[in-house]
């Protein structure tokens, strides 16, 4: 039954019922109704000037005018024609009063529409699937993939950056689906697959829909957790539906974000043959290189965790292609950028490049992200122009997390917070191979009562044992200088997070990245598979032991070292401590000045906010009797955490 056929049946259903309302109601107000005992009182007290009989129905009308209506009993009456005569009662009779057409009409075929609508709502179910997924209960084996055209997509490779060369893998795809004879004239056949893996936020589903945007192919986008369902064997029927509407669009594009939600390995105790998901990927598996090949269909997928994927799924002739979506470099930082400041007006003062420089490890979703708040802070600040200083501002807030300036600290615990961040800021500076200082804050941000900032020179993509040395020796900075000034009583909770990270580091020194003598290069246990059944311990209670011991002996010798330097510069934690609390917030050349014993500069934009504070800067000043030579630190290449 066509569409317009149902909407015609619809419309004159409708419009029967309405008629048939307003022929009820055409007659105006229905005068009140009496019992027949009041009426035959009525009669015989002669205040009944006429009545109208119609069956049971009496209209009367009173010598004053006035209508009413009363019902004759199913009983015979002779006696009331003689009173109503007797009374000179005006007697008129008039036939029962039949329903109107309409409503016998619509009495008539209500059978007939009642068994038409059943039938409509049976065929909408049966066919609810067939446009995408959309329907009632009955479709739930439908597909719930949605399908776009190609002139729905408007992504191409030019709103992609930072990802060269996977766009340059993926590219090849586009040749596939523009021209597939170029390739089959040499033997060549389209790839049945594309994994994309990598971190989140790199751009996976971006790049995926920029396939289908160059190609201008049809796109059938789904998430994995759809396949899925309470009901056994639903997931496998979506499946079906799924490649079958596809080979209907050959050639096409179906894209599965989140593969890893119906892909998971098999056999790792979960679940058993009956199991949703194992029917639900047995399926995928059948469809992708099965008996009968899907040819014009290429499945390309996402997933953050490749690992946990069965190795079925990830063999050639499924996933011919495993391309890995990374961080982008300052290169790739640097173009994603200029991506996502096509619509912001932007100060000819920034320097795209160097914002990149300083977001090392940020994905292509964290630059998307600064660009917006630098925008929102340039916003409230009445702003025609984003600048370099609001760009500042939304790393800040990014990697530190927002102020929370209406926090209410004593001064007590501000000093406290201030030694505590000079002794992550003063051993950071001191270590060989550290990343430089960027800031140090007693400002509280996000959970932290204080922050210091250590930012990388370059990308980095390994660390040395000299390097994660010194950063063990940061992260204890900060205890330390409590337990220095404070005494061991005076230790705080600070540190918490600090002896966490650094419990974790000296640990995986130990087990995963044989960086001791003792232990030697062997991977200890791999607790961390997201495999059931392929994680935990591999090694004797003894070798537990010695572990222990090991993780034990690296962090003493790195809690000693920072302590020394600490005891040695204890001048030079104090003056930080007295900068910090003027200031609030000290940068590199303020730590510079610290660490060589000058008299603080006050930061860049102190003067704007505090005119009356004059010229000369901070009172901090590290006692000279201590010595003016500048402590030298080693190289510091890459990947400095936040510590607070």
Known sequence: MSE????????IIIAAVLLSIFQNFKEGPTPPTISYTNFVDEVQSERVRSVVIQGQMIHGTRNDGTSFVAIRPAVPDDGMMKDLLNHNVNVEGKEPE????????????????LIVLIFMFFMRQMQGGAGGGRGGPMSFGKSKAKLLNEDQIKTTFADVAGVDEAKEDVGELVEFLSDPSKFQSVGGRIPRGVLLSGPPGTGKTLLAKAIAGEAKVPFFSISGSDFVEMFVGVGASRVRDMFEQAKKQAPCIIFID???????ARGGGWGGGNDEREQTLNQL???MDGFEGNEGVIVIAASNRPDVLDSALMRPGRFDRQIYVGLPDIRGREQILKVHVRKVPLDDKVDLHVIARGTPGFSGADLANLVNEAALFAARADKRLVT???????????????????LVMSEEEKINTAYHEAGHAIIGRLMPQHDPIHKVSIIPRGRALGVTQFLPEEDQYSMSKLKLTSQLCS??????AEELINGADGVTTGASNDIERASQLARSMVTRWGLTEKMGPILYGDEESAIPGQGGKNFSGATSQQIDEEVRRIIDESYERAETLLKDNIDILHAMKDALMEYETIDAEQVDDLMARRQVRPPRDWHDSHPDQGDSGSSAVVNPEVGAEKPERGDAPIGGPLEG
């Not at 057409?101 to 529409?113: K, T, Y």
């Open 98 to 113: 039949k329903p109107s057409i309409w409503s016998q009409l619509l009495l008539a075929a209500f059978p007939i529409l």
């Open 388 to 406: 370099t200083e609001e760009f500042e501002k939304a790393r800040d807030k990014i990697m530190m997390g927002a102020e929370r300036r209406s």
């Open 258 to 264: 989140e593969i890893d939600a119906v892909g998971r």
């Open 4 to 11: 317009m056929a149902k909407n015609l049946i619809l419309w």
């Open 475 to 480: 992260l204890y900075g900060g205890r330390i």
């Open 285 to 287: 598996l059948v469809e």
